[in-house]
Every structure is written in C-alpha cells, then in structure tokens.
C-alpha cells in the first residue's frame, strides 16, 4: 500500500511540469452565458427538455417537435451596463423538419479612451460580440430526433476584432419508460482569427 502511495505521488510530481495552462485563452466567451429565463431558472438543465425557439441555444433538436413558427426575445440588464440579448425564430417546413434563424448579442456603451498621463482624451470606444446561426432539425423516428445550428461569431473591441465559425449537434431520444434524453455538443468550431 505505500509502494502504491508513492507511486501515485510521483506521477503527480512528474505531471506538473507537463501540465497545460490554457488561461485566457478562451474566446467568444458569450456564447456560454444561457438564454431564456425558464432555463437559466432550471440551471441551465435544459438540453433534454427544450421545446421552444431558445432550443437553437441549448439543443437544436428540440425545434423538430415544434409544429408552429415561434418567436423568443430574451434581454438580459447585467453589471455595468452590459447588455445581453438572444433572438430565435422557427419556422416548421413540414411534418417532421424545422428550420430556425438565431442571433446572440452582448454588448456594452461607450467607454472612455485613457492613456498613461492623459486621463481626459475625449476619445471613446465601443465593443461587443454577437453569433448568427441557422438551424435544421429532423425527427428521424417518432422518438428520435437530431438537429444542427452553424454559426458566425464575431468579438470586437475598439478597432480589434476576432471571427470564427462554429456548430452545434444535438440529439433527443424518448424512451420508452418516459424519460427523455437529450445530448448536446456546442460551440466546435474555428479558431478565432482577424
């Protein structure tokens, strides 16, 4: 047992050094922030159960059980005046496939510029991200559907920005003892790159 011990204690040891730090590293962090107050109020735990247009954000599937267009706004007021909005629409073609059209916004006001001994520039700038994505669902049984949302995503801030484009694939699958069950993978994609 101390042989085992020590053994554990020196891989960890060796790991360290090899560890990968990816801080600040991320981008389009927007895109993780939840959308719709019934989700966000169920903990963002939505992916099995979306049945509205905010479906696009959580599991694109979901909008091939929506048999009706469908509009959802969702504005958001955060700290600092950040502004948060996320706009679906859905638009079912026939009896078993959906298509939707969404747009993702964070943006901020104008800030003040501010240089190293020169408080007062009166010069300001601005930035922001925003994602606009189409989706296609399909019930490919009467207990299984899929759907996929491509996306732009563009980051800005002053005259700096950032573009990419990403994905999301999800699946739901109703079994037969009630239960749904629903599987998500969003935001793979590109880079960001100028």
């Known amino acids: 047992m ?13 790991s360290l050094p090899l560890a990968v730090d990816k801080t600040g590293t991320s981008a389009a962090k927007f895109l993780s922030i939840g959308s719709g107050a019934k989700a966000v109020g169920m903990g963002c735990a ?9 479906s696009m954000y959580w599991n694109p599937a979901g909008i091939a059980r929506i048999s009706t267009m ?9 700290l600092a005046d950040i502004r948060y909005d996320y706009m679906g629409f859905i638009l079912p073609l026939w009896k078993s496939s959906s298509v939707g059209f969404n747009f993702i916004s964070l943006s901020m006001p104008d800030m003040k510029v ?5 408080e007062n520039t ?7 991200s ?18 996929f949302n491509g996306k732009y995503i563009r980051e800005f801030i002053s005259r700096s920005y950032a573009s990419g484009i ?7 699958f109703n079994t037969i003892y009630g239960p749904i069950l629903g599987m998500n993978i969003s935001n793979f994609g590109t880079k960001m790159q100028n």
């Open 2 to 14: 101390k042989t085992f011990k020590h053994i554990i204690v020196c891989l960890i040891l060796i």
């Open 46 to 54: 939505y992916t099995s159960i979306a049945n509205d247009a905010s």
């Open 70 to 78: 469908e509009l959802f706004v969702d504005h958001s007021n955060w």
């Open 114 to 118: 501010t240089r190293y001994g020169e």
């Open 122 to 128: 009166g010069e300001t700038f601005r930035a922001g």
């Open 130 to 147: 925003y994602a606009i994505g189409t989706s296609w669902a399909m019930r490919l049984t009467d207990r299984f559907s899929i759907g």
């Open 166 to 172: 990403g994905i999301d694939v999800g699946t739901l």
